[in-house]
């Protein structure tokens, strides 16, 4: 009894130093980031001149450029992989699925460090050009179990007379 009043004490005054050890450097970040000076311990003013430099900067337009463009295409490739290969998990029956769903959901378990070592020394090995391909390739690997378990688990749910229904149409 006396332990879980101590730990209904203790438990909430844990987790808001947590919160604080966690946030309170971004709050820090974000205020100096409004600073006018260069240096980040004296305060010499209110100013956007940060901002105004950085959305000017030709190298960080560049990288949200490329950052959206991989962002969309491997979008809508996991998608459509994901979608694919989890309808056919859960419409089709064919020797070693579960093989098969245990291979496509294995990059949830490997560190993304693992991942992107591994393809960068493939592609490297086998002479492929890095680039956008190599780029979406690697965010594809990343995020196509995502997407099948996502669909796998709604369609498990699916009345499967819907299939028949949709079929007369």
């Known amino acids: 009894m ?25 709050l820090v970040l974000v205020i100096y980031s409004f600073n006018a000076g260069r240096s980040t311990v004296v305060w010499a003013g209110f100013s956007m001149d940060w901002y105004a430099q950085a959305l000017n900067d030709r190298g960080l337009q560049r990288g949200l450029q490329v950052s959206a463009i991989v962002a969309v295409l491997s979008a809508v490739i996991s998608t459509a992989i994901g979608t694919s ?7 089709r029956s064919f020797p070693a699925k579960n093989l098969f769903s245990t291979i496509l959901i294995a990059p949830l378990v490997l ?18 050009a890095l680039g956008y391909v190599t780029l ?9 179990p995502f997407a099948f378990l996502i ?3 709604a369609a498990a749910g699916l009345d499967p007379r819907l299939d028949e229904a949709a079929a007369d149409l």
Do not use: D, N, Q
């Open 2 to 26: 006396k332990l879980s009043r101590l730990a209904g004490f203790y438990v909430p005054v844990v987790t808001i130093f947590g919160y604080v050890f966690l946030f309170a450097p971004l």
């Open 151 to 153: 669909v796998r688990a």
């Open 136 to 144: 979406v390739a690697g965010h594809v690997l990343v995020s196509v």
């Open 111 to 128: 560190p993304e460090i693992v991942l992107a070592v591994g393809l960068l020394v493939t592609t490297v090995w086998s002479g492929i």
């Open 85 to 91: 290969a989890a309808l056919a998990v859960i419409k």
